[in-house]
């Protein structure tokens, strides 16, 4: 198992504490699970770690690390709708997947301190599983941050740092903040071990429901939880467990949707924008790294991108609410653009979406 990287194709050792490779590009895992089966799954741990077979995990940190996250219930909304409860989760996002998975792989690999961007899901995360650890963690997040979200890593000890300028602007500081002073990068975009833990949340739907629905609706911003639903979705395939990816529909705010730009034309890199204010701030990456890789699976398997329309954001929280699905804005985000989708092209059934965060993460 070594990273390589995704323009020079260099292999390096999984070890290595360098952010990317000498030319920029971003690391890539070099590792192939073995073919899924259900009766390679744990069933004695209850908790995504129960599907380790399929994990590159390089020894059992994960036991020291793990707090009970995944296994998250499926329910049926309505007759078109199931959801995936991932808020359910100990830092009450679906970052918890990647984050354990990371810091698992961080504490067998000797790292004592890391470094993290983030909106605030993903800073929550790491904070939380790095205290779990004995990691020392530090955070920074944009100006704006959800004053709850920021409270909660500093609950975990983890040192905040609050910069000025948006979210990309905010990756940038601290990236630079990194390579100056030589820590570990824990980023659930540039390390892709955090992938290979939020992948858990294709596995958990089809364990639950013995199939995969015929419709995914996936939030996209960095892309964490889609690159991690395409490398399940493609390990259920080459397994045989599915005949087919089923019909995935990526959803991008329309305050700052650089990958749907760029779909449109079948550009190979995201469209460069301004990103303008939006209430779905977890999926409002003007200049998402993994940009091309994302993009190349969206070809790869004729996937659309939709908008969430932001007037439309609250009204979605509010109906989701009002049937006891309490969420932060950029989920509601989604289920808003699921809502357009079929008012403009009829009624879509069998539609999974994620809660991937709570209302009292966003509570404004």
Request: charged share 20%; glycine share 6%; with cysteine.
């Amino acid at each position: 198992m070594k990273f390589y990287c995704s323009k020079c194709d260099v292999k390096e050792e999984v070890t290595t504490k360098e952010i990317t490779c000498k030319c920029g590009g971003l690391w890539k895992l070099d590792w192939m699970p073995p073919k899924f089966d259900l009766n390679l799954i744990d069933c004695s741990t209850w908790g995504m770690f129960r599907y380790r077979s399929f994990m590159p995990l390089i020894d059992d940190a994960w036991k020291v690390v793990t707090l009970g996250e995944g296994m998250t219930p499926v329910i049926r909304f309505n007759d078109d709708v199931i959801l995936k409860m991932d808020y359910f989760m100990p830092t009450l996002s679906f970052k918890d997947r990647g984050a354990a998975m990371l810091i698992a792989h961080c504490l067998s690999i000797g790292v004592s301190s890391v470094v993290q961007d983030s909106s605030g899901n993903a800073g929550n995360s790491i904070a939380a599983y790095a205290a779990k650890s004995g990691i020392n963690c530090e955070i920074y997040v944009p100006e704006g941050t959800s004053a709850k979200k920021i409270n909660m890593i500093m609950a975990n000890n983890a040192k905040v740092n609050i910069v000025k300028g948006s979210r990309d602007e905010c990756a940038l500081y601290c990236r630079n903040k990194v390579v100056q002073e030589k820590q570990y990068y824990a980023s659930h975009v540039h390390n892709p071990f955090f992938y290979q833990g939020t992948k858990t949340y294709i596995y958990e739907v089809y364990e639950q429901l013995k199939r995969i629905p015929s419709n995914i609706f996936v939030p996209l911003g960095n892309g964490t939880l889609f690159i991690g639903v395409m490398k399940a979705l493609e390990e259920l395939l080459n397994s045989s467990v599915i005949d087919r990816i089923p019909n995935i529909i990526a959803v991008q705010s329309e305050k700052c949707a650089p990958i749907a730009k760029a779909s449109i034309s079948k550009q190979k890199s995201p469209v460069i924008i301004t990103p303008l204010k939006t209430l779905a701030e977890g999926i409002a990456i003007g200049v998402p790294m993994r940009g091309e890789e994302i993009l190349e699976y969206i070809y790869k398997y004729d996937i659309e991108v939709i908008l969430a329309p932001e007037e439309k954001i609250l009204d979605a929280r509010d109906q989701l609410s009002s049937k006891g699905i309490y969420c932060e804005h950029t989920t509601a985000a989604t289920f808003a653009a699921y809502l357009e989708y079929c008012k403009h092209n009829g009624k879509l059934t069998d539609s999974l979406i994620s809660m991937c965060g709570a209302g009292l993460k966003s509570d404004y």
